[in-house]
């Protein structure tokens, strides 16, 4: 081996590339719209990347912080990063972040949209419905994808669950149960919240 690596740095032969660190096999970025402009989501090229802070931290006391179910009501479907990516992508649908304020301004996923959990049901026109007398009419509602911190964070389940209660239909509600501490993982593109 010493022989093969000397002889490669006799003659010459440039170093062996690394290969890229992308989404998906041939997806290295998708490009969204988003209120300053657009923002390209990839991944971060350095594979000796390492989580640092609260993000890689893997114990939290419960209660408040208790392992969430994959599916926080019947009839929402979970969905993973790429199927953000999807709804990032879809001018018909929204991406929730319903985390408190403080950690949206921290950093989030770039095109989402700040509704804190405790605020989701006062805002419902926000997302497709409209006051009526009784509460809420959603028959216009829009493909909604919700997250929070991760599996770990209730805020999100919390929102989902009152947005149902309020008469939101379950089958347009998706739930990114990985929230932000899977996509930090990933090492998938942040941005302030604004």
């Known amino acids: 081996m010493r022989i093969l690596i000397a002889l490669i740095t006799l003659l010459g032969f440039p170093a062996m590339a690394q290969e890229a660190v992308n989404i998906g096999p041939n997806l290295p970025s998708v490009t969204v719209q988003t209120a300053q402009g ?40 979970t969905i993973g990063e790429l199927e953000v990516l999807d709804v990032l992508q879809d001018p018909e649908a929204i991406l929730v972040d319903s985390r408190t304020p403080k950690w949206y301004a921290s950093g989030t996923i770039p095109g989402s949209v700040s509704i804190p959990f405790g605020e989701v049901v006062d805002r419902l026109d926000e997302l497709g419905c409209e006051a009526d007398f009784d509460g809420w009419d959603c028959s ?17 389940p919390t929102a989902i669950r009152a947005m149902i209660a309020a008469g939101y239909p379950a089958e347009k509600i998706f739930y990114y149960r990985g929230g932000m501490q899977d996509w930090h993982i990933l090492g998938l593109t942040v941005v302030p919240g604004q």
């Open 38 to 77: 657009p923002v390209e989501i990839a991944r971060n090229p350095d594979t000796n990347a390492r989580l640092e802070g609260d993000w890689a931290r893997t114990s939290r006391p419960c209660p408040p912080f208790c392992i969430q179910p994959i599916s926080p009501v019947e009839g929402v479907t």
């Open 140 to 156: 216009g509602a829009r493909k909604v994808a919700l997250f929070c911190n991760g599996m770990w964070c209730g805020q999100s």
